[in-house]
C-alpha cells in the first residue's frame, strides 16, 4: 500500500504478546511516555502515570535493523518527537503522539548515540541532532529535515566516538562537546552562535584533545547539579574528572566479574553506575569530588585507584528472572517538572520493563552496609496481553480453539488472495485453514448472530503436514502464468506440498530437502519454460531447490552451501541461480541443467551479488501491488512468533469498485410494474424504446445461453469435473459479496456508536451495520509506508486520559466503538475522511444496505480464465424485484445522516475533552484528491472545522503558517487574497501569491478565496 492512497489498517494481534528485545530506551522529558527500540526493529510505545504506571500502548514499525539509539527531537511539549536510528544507517523522525513517521532517511553510517541541542538564532528556535557511532567524527544533523549540515572532526588521533556529552553554559553563548574515542583520548569541541548556523560541510575542529586513558568508554555525563563535573564510566572501572581542566578527581575500579555499562550523576555528591547484567548501584563521592567542599580537588594528582566510595543502595538483580538472551538497558531520568521524580528504568529481552524509583535522602544505616531498593513498578508485554478483559483475538481464534484447552492454536504462516478473498493459514499443528477473511474478521471485531455459530464462518481445512507449517505460497497471485488452483506450502517436516485450493486435494508431496523449509519464492518472468513452472525452495539444511509444478518432480538441488541462506537472486539470461550465504560466500548455479548436481561455483564477496543480478528481471518474484479495497497481511515482529493480521482498507479502491458494481446492477426501472405501466400510458415512441430495451436484454441471455450450451458440448470431459468440484466447495466461500462485506466491516468498525441511538438502530436494523463488541487496533500508514499500530493494550491508557480529561471514572463501554477519535489528531482525520467518503458513496448508490440477498453474491463477477473451476456455469439472470421508494428513501437518510454526524456534530455529540480535532494540513492535502468523494468529504471537513474553531481558531492557524509560506516581491503577476471568517465577509488581505501555484499543498489555499473569481484550489 504505497502512493497517496487512503490506507487504514485495522490488526488483530493474537493473544502472544510480539517479540520485544530492548536495545535501546528514552522517557520524555514530560515523564508520561517511554520509547523502547528492539533489536528486531520496532518501536514501542508505553504510557506511563504520575503513580508510575506502565501501560503499552502501540508499535512503530519501519526500520529493518535494530535500533541503536533514541533521542528526543524537540524542547516544546505540544511537538512531542524523537528520533531513532538504526544499524543499517536509517534514520527516522516520529511524532510521539500519534506514531507518525515525520521525516525519514538512510546515511552510509550507523549511530550508536545521538544527543539533542538547541540554539537560539534571533526569535527563532532551532534544533540539532548530534550523531557519533562507526566514524571517525561527530555529525550535526538539522532535527527537522534530518539533513546533515557539517561534521566536529579530530585532527590530532582521529578515532572512532565511544560517547559524548554536551556541556551547556548559563553564562556565556559558547556551548562545549565533550567526547571519548575508542582509544581513551578526550575530545572537546566549542560551538557558537556562528557555527550552529553553519549549513555547510565544512568541517569544525576541537579545540583540545587530552588522552585521560579511558579505553573502551561505556558512557560520559556532565553535572548539571554543580556544573562542574563529568563521570566517565568504563568497564572496569569509573572516574570522576573536573570539567575544568579535565584533571582526574575520583576512579574507583571493578573488583570484581562485573562489567559496568554505564552511569549518572543523580546528586551533586552521588552517582548512580549500572552493570551488563542488570545491576545497580548507588555512591556517595568523596568531598574531594564536591566543589562546594573545602576538600575539593585535594586528591589531584595523587589519586590512588581502588579506593572505593561508600555504597548508598544496591539495586540487585531479581533471582527469578528468566535467562535473557542478551543483557538488559538501564538509564537513569529525573523530571525538571513535578513531581520531580527520579527513574532507573531497564528493559530487557522479553520485553519487560521495571521501574524504581530514586529516593532524595540517604538511609539511616550504618555506612558499611547498603539498603537494596524495591521495584516500583515492572510489568512486560505478555503481562500486559494477560491482563486483558476480553483477551486480544486473532485472525480465526473461532475456528483454532480445541476441546478442554484455552490457548487456540497458533498460526504460523498466511497468505491472502484478494480475487477470492480468501485466507490461508497454516498453523502450528500443520493443518491449513481457508476462510473468507472479511466473514472471519466480522467474527472477531463485530457482534451478531454469528457469535451464537459454532464454526463459523464455513472453512475448509487441508492436513498433510505432520508439524508445523511454515510457509504458504500462492503462485497465480505472482504470475498468472501458473495454474489457479494451485496452493504450494512448506514444513517442519521437511516436506513441500503442493494442494488444489479448490477441492481440497493433496496433488503432489516433495521430499527433497534435509531441513525445515524456510522460504518460497516464484521465479521472475523471462527465465526458461521449465523453469517458469517451478517453485524455489529453500530449507534450513543450507539447501535450495527448484520444484516443477508441472513436472511434479525436483529439476535442480543446490545443497552444498556449507553456510545459512540469506538471499535469493536470479539472472534469467544466463539461466543463474545466486545464492548469498551468511558467511559473505556467493554461490552461482546454473538452473536449467535438470540434474541435481553443481555445475559451477564461485565464491565472492556478498557486495558482488548485485553485479552478478544485473538483469531488470531480477525482482520478479516481488509481487506487484494492484489496488484492492481488502489486504490481509501477515506480520511477525520476530521469526519465532505466531503471525499477528493486518487488514489494509483502500479507501479509494473500495470506493470505486463499489461504483462499479453499482454501474453494473441492471436497472430495476426497466422491468418493474410500475414502469410498464407508466409506459403503457405514454407515446408509442417510448413505449417501443422500452420494448427494444427488452428485447435486447433478452436477446444477449439467449446468445449466452446458447454459446454455454455449444461449449458444453465441445468440453463434456471438463464440465464433469467442474461439476464433481463444486460440489465438493463449501458453498459459503462463494455466495457472499466480497466489496459489500468489506465496506460492512469497514464502516462497521469506523462508525462512533453510542452517540445518536436513533441514528444507532438505524444503521443496525436499515443499513445492516454491526455494533463492535471490544476496542479495535487500529493503525495509521505515513510517510514512506512507516506504520504505526495500536496494542490491545491501549485502551487501558485512553481510559486513563479520559478519565483524567473528564474528571470521572469510565468504564470500558464508554470507548468501545468511538475511542478512536481520542485517541490522536491524525488518526481522527484519517477516520473521518473515510467514514464520511463512504458514506456519501453509499447514500447515492441503490439499495446500498448491508441487509438483503444482494449481499450474498456480486452483481456481476469479471470473467476468469477458461477452464478454471472457479468459473460457475452462467445462469439467466433472474428478473430484479421491485424496489420500495419508501425503504430506499430511508437509506438514503441513514447514510446521509451518519455522514452530517461525523462531519459536524462529532465534536459536540463526544465531547472535546474526549475528542482530538482533524489536522487542516491532512485535510489541505486533500483538497483536490484524485478521488472525487474523498475530495469532497476533505472539503466539507475542512470547512467545518474551521467554521468550530472561530475567528481566534483561524488566525491561529493562519500565524503558525505565515512564517512558512513564501515571499513576493513582484506585484505584477500577483493577486490578492482574502481570509474568509465563518460569518462569509472577506477580510484583510493576508499575503501576496503568484499565478504559478507555488501554494499548492498549503493550508491558506482552503482557507482563502481570490477577490475577483471563484475559491482558488491547488
Known sequence: MSGN??????????????????????????????????HDGQICLWDMTPELEICPRAMLFGHTASITCLSKASACSDKQYIVSASESGEMCLWDVNDGRCIEFTKLACAHIGIQYYQFTIGTQREGRLLCNGHY???????????????????????????????????????????????????????????????????????????????????????????????????SKYWRVFDAGDYSLLC???????????GGEFIAADKVIIWTEDGCSYIYKLPASCLPASEHFRSDVGKTKEGSIPPLVYSIADRSDKQLLICPPVTRFFFSRREPFHKLLIQGDSAGRMTLWSIPDTSPLQPQSTSTELQVSFTISLQEAFDKLTPVSSGIIDQLSVLPGKDEPIKVTASVYIPSQGRLVCGREDGSIILVPATQTAIVQLLQGEHMLRRGWPPHRTLRGHRNKVTCVLYPYQVSPRYDQRSLVSGGVDFSVIVWDIFTGEMKHIFCVHGGEITQLIVPPENCSTRVQHCVCSVASDHSVGLLSLRERKCIMLASRHLFPIQVIKWRPADDYLVVGCSDGSVYVWQMDTGK??????????????????????????????SHNALVVQAMKTNLTDPDMHVLFFDVEAVIIQLLTEEAQRPNPMLVSPETLQKSQAGADKGGSL?????????????????????????????????????????????EYNLTMDTAKLFMSCLHAWGLNEQLDTICLERLGMLRPHCPISFGLISR????????????????????????RKLSLSDIVGKGTYGVSRAVTTHHLLSVISLANTLMGMTNATFVGEHMKKAPARPPRPGGTPETPR??????????????????????????AMHCVMLPDLLGLDKFRPPLLEMLARRWQDRCLEVREAAQALLLAELRRIGQSGRKETIDMWAPYLPQYVDTVSSRKYHFVPADGKKGESLRSFTRNGALKCSVCVCVCVCVQESPCGC
Not at 598 to 622: A, C, M, Q, Y
Open 136 to 234: 571517525p567524527e561527530i555529525l550535526v544533523v538539522d532535527a527537522t529535515s534530518l539533513e546533515v549540515l557539517y561534521s566536529l572532526v579530530s585532527k590530532i588521533s582521529p578515532d572512532w566516538i565511544s560517547s559524548m556529552s554536551i556541556i551547556r553554559s548559563h553564562r556565556t553563548q559558547e556551548d562545549t562537546v565533550v567526547a571519548v574515542s575508542v582509544t581513551g583520548i578526550l575530545k572537546v569541541w566549542i560551538i557558537t552562535p556562528e557555527v550552529s548556523r553553519m549549513q555547510d560541510l565544512d568541517p569544525v575542529f576541537e579545540e583540545e584533545s587530552k588522552p585521560i586513558y579511558c579505553q573502551g568508554c561505556q558512557s560520559i555525563s556532565f553535572c548539571t547539579f554543580t556544573q562542574s563535573s563529568l563521570l566517565v564510566v568504563c
Open 690 to 734: 422500452l420494448a427494444h430495451k427488452i428485447f435486447k436484454q433478452v436477446k444477449e441471455t439467449m446468445k449466452e445461453t446458447i454459446k454455454e450450451h455449444l461449449l458444453d458440448e465441445d468440453e463434456d470431459e471438463e464440465e464433469e469435473m467442474r461439476r464433481r468440484e463444486e460440489k465438493s466447495k463449501s458453498l459459503s466461500l462463494l
Open 784 to 807: 514512506g509506508g512507516h506504520m504505526s499500530l495500536m496494542l490491545p493494550t491501549f485502551k487501558e491508557s485512553l481510559l486513563r486520559q479520559l478519565s483524567l480529561a473528564t474528571g
Open 251 to 261: 576512579s574507583v575500579s571493578n573488583d570484581n566479574d562485573q562489567s559496568w555499562t
Open 596 to 625: 541435481n548436481q553443481r555445475t559451477r561455483k564461485e565464491v565472492f564477496s556478498l557486495r558482488t551479488i548485485s553485479i552478478l543480478t544485473l538483469s531488470p528481471s531480477s525482482e520478479g518474484n516481488l509481487p506487484k501491488y
Open 874 to 899: 452462467r445462469t439467466p439472470a433472474a428478473p430484479p424485484q421491485p424496489s420500495n421508494p419508501a425503504l430506499q428513501a430511508q437509506i438514503k437518510q441513514g447514510w446521509s445522516q451518519l455522514a
Open 5 to 38: 492512497n487512503l490506507v487504514l489498517p485495522i490488526v488483530l494481534w493474537g493473544r502472544t504478546a510480539p517479540t520485544h528485545c530492548i536495545s535501546s530506551l528514552l522517557v520524555m522529558d514530560d515523564f508520561s511516555t517511554i520509547i523502547t527500540g528492539c
